[in-house]
């Protein structure tokens, strides 16, 4: 264990300065820290943060950590591994650095039919010691209805079976702030630390709804209501976060066991979490926070990347990360690096011109024109550092397949605020480039083929089916229609407008709105387009365009038919065994993590 000190530190891996064991019981008498959805982005980030503030003697005892979704974590992950993490940052020069993070207390699974675990649950939540509980469970953790207004089946199963019988982690977190008003009513801090928009507003009008259905249903009273209500008792802060963090590196794994630490490989669970012993990720990292903590708070402004601020900066500096500095870049690049048949994110941008000249016009021409700034973090500052620093870190091993995770849940606010700031300032976003090209690559990956033909299995996304059912008809490579513009049509209109302006005829000018050229509106000429297709494509024929050989569509093939073969002699057949079967590789699809419980895609 890590009671051999001098081993830990010949293999240069630095273990906790402070008493693990204290700080570990120290939490568990008196809970102060409850983080729910214990993956990757958690172990890292969050509990890195906390184990810097144990290290400088801010903070005194660990963080609970609680499993909502995929219990296998806790059993393969926590437990095996007496709760201690391995933390390995990775640097653009290559280098590393090691620690052991200590300050995760305990690892409870939130599982109702549990009595053990949700026992002790209990226990923790009418803690008066209680101040804070975060969340990494995923924007889709805090979901309760489907697209068309629908409960999803667990939802409407815990809304009907009530806070005892409590599954979804909504659910779950409201079956314990129950108990905790039934305790005395005490106050807590709810800090969702997911990537998406107003991640406080959405956890809030999740735990708000679940109430709602089980005062409605005699599970709650209207006590309970205005508990979760009275933001002063119980607050929801926004954040905003930021961190890269790839999946665990099978190549680290063997790296960590050459210097002597055992058991190190990543496992994939019954839930299809990829997760290891230990989380690789970058060093940079930002973890902006609303200050409404109404029982109290750690001293997390003292931690590593973090600043505590008001909601309105919040909300700035997410937009500013998510919707033009950051995300837009990873969302637009990474599925079309897919395409080009690239995997590796840093690799395609130091070595493809075009892909690097697409994510620098992402940011710096279409982004940063329009971003608002948050005062506390500089939008030039965050995209140089990106550029320069970050992004070009091949070292982190970060996939484009990765980042083509439930685009088609971010593809809206990822680029939307954008277009609509263009729209606002300029009428239309006609002006925009690369961030339609962003949106046609994403939809040129969902065919599943890349540019040379090869299929390649699509990364996890909740509309994959539905879109993949739109595209069926499209041919990856073949030109099923273009719009044909005739140009002759076009230059004879033109000369016909400079001969009426020097004849003193009246010009025809058929647009007189949206060509603006900065200093006037110049009247135009405008020339209608034709979609052409294999039903009417004669006609570029007839004009002159192109020739029948040139364009002609291609001949739908005759099936060949097999003759019948003759007779011949039943062959030996040759029975495999299930095992045998059974034992081709499978390479699992890259998650960042689980889809409904742990981690932010790319923090």
């Known amino acids: 264990g890590i009671k051999e000190q001098e081993a830990w530190k010949h293999a240069g891996i630095t273990l906790p300065g402070y008493d693990v064991a204290a700080v570990s019981e120290k939490a568990k008498k008196e809970p102060g820290w409850v983080h729910f959805g214990i993956g990757n982005i958690f172990r890292v980030f969050i509990g890195g943060i906390a184990d810097g503030l144990l290290e400088e003697g801010v903070l005194d005892r660990g963080i609970t950590c609680v499993e909502t979704f995929d219990y296998d974590v806790a059993d393969k992950i926590y437990d095996p591994y007496d709760n201690l993490g391995l933390s ?49 469970i995923t924007e889709k953790g805090y979901a309760l ?44 801090a709810l800090v969702s630390m997911d990537n998406c928009s107003q991640n406080g507003a959405k956890l809030r009008e999740s735990v708000l709804t679940m ?45 960590l066991e050459k210097l002597g630490v055992e058991n190190m490989q990543p496992v994939i669970t019954g839930k299809k979490t990829y997760i290891a012993p230990f989380v690789n990720a970058e060093k940079p990292q930002y973890l902006v926070i609303e200050d409404s903590f109404p029982n109290g708070r750690p001293a997390l402004e003292k931690g590593f990347g973090v600043y505590m601020a008001d909601r309105n900066t919040v909300n700035l ?71 320069n620093d970050r992004f070009p870190n091949e070292y982190l091993g970060d996939t484009n397949l990765r980042l083509a995770v439930d685009v088609s849940q971010m593809v809206g606010i990822r680029f939307g605020e954008t277009i609509k700031a263009y729209v606002q300032k300029f009428g239309d976003a006609s002006r925009l480039t690369a ?35 739109q595209f069926k008809d499209i041919a990856a490579g073949k030109m099923s229609f273009t719009m044909f513009m005739d140009r002759k049509e076009l230059a004879k209109g033109g000369a016909q407008m400079a001969i009426d302006y020097l004849t003193g005829e009246k010009v025809d000018v058929k647009d007189y709105s949206q060509y603006d050229n900065g200093v006037k509106i110049v009247g135009t ?40 073969p003759e007779a011949t002699p039943v062959p030996k057949v040759t029975l495999k065994t299930a095992s045998e079967e059974d034992s081709k590789e499978v390479t699992p699809t890259p998650e960042t993590e689980d889809k409904s419980e742990g981690e932010t895609r790319e923090n």
């Open 88 to 136: 390995v940052i990775l640097h653009g020069d290559g280098t590393r650095e090691y620690k052991v993070v200590g300050a995760f207390a305990e690892a409870v699974k939130a599982q109702s039919s549990n009595a053990e675990q949700w026992k002790r649950l209990k226990e923790i939540f009418i803690s008066k010691s209680l101040q804070m509980v975060s969340f990494t």
């Open 435 to 469: 961030i339609p090209l962003g949106i046609a690559g994403w939809l040129r990956y969902m065919l599943g083929v890349d540019d040379e033909g090869n299929k390649f299995e699509l990364a996890p996304d909740p509309m994959n089916e539905e879109l993949q059912e």
């Open 145 to 188: 209805q489907k697209a068309d207004g629908t409960w999803f089946p667990f939802v409407e199963a815990d809304i009907k079976n009530g806070p005892d019988k409590a599954a979804g982690a909504m659910a779950v977190l409201v079956a314990m702030l129950y108990e905790r008003y039934k305790a005395g009513e005490y106050p807590i």
């Open 317 to 387: 500096s997410e937009r500013m990360k998510v919707t033009v500095c950051l995300n837009p870049v990873h969302s637009a690049t990474g599925p079309l690096g897919v395409v080009l048949g690239y995997d590796l994110f840093a690799h395609m941008l130091n070595t493809n011109e075009d892909m690097m000249k697409m994510a620098r016009m992402i940011a710096y021409d279409e982004g940063l024109p329009v971003v608002a700034d948050p005062g506390i973090l500089s939008p030039q500052a965050f995209v140089d550092e990106l550029f």
């Open 525 to 564: 000429f405008t020339c209608g387009a034709q979609m052409i297709d294999k039903d009417n494509y004669q006609i570029l024929v007839d004009n002159g365009t192109y020739t029948e050989d040139e364009i002609a569509p291609d001949p739908t093939p005759t099936p060949e038919v097999t003759p019948a």
């Open 211 to 255: 109430t709602e259905e089980w005062k409605k249903a005699g599970f709650v009273d209207e006590g309970f209501v205005n508990y979760v209500s009275d933001e002063q008792v119980v607050a929801f802060p926004w954040t905003m976060i930021d961190k890269i963090t790839p999946r665990p590196s099978e190549q680290i794994a063997a790296d």
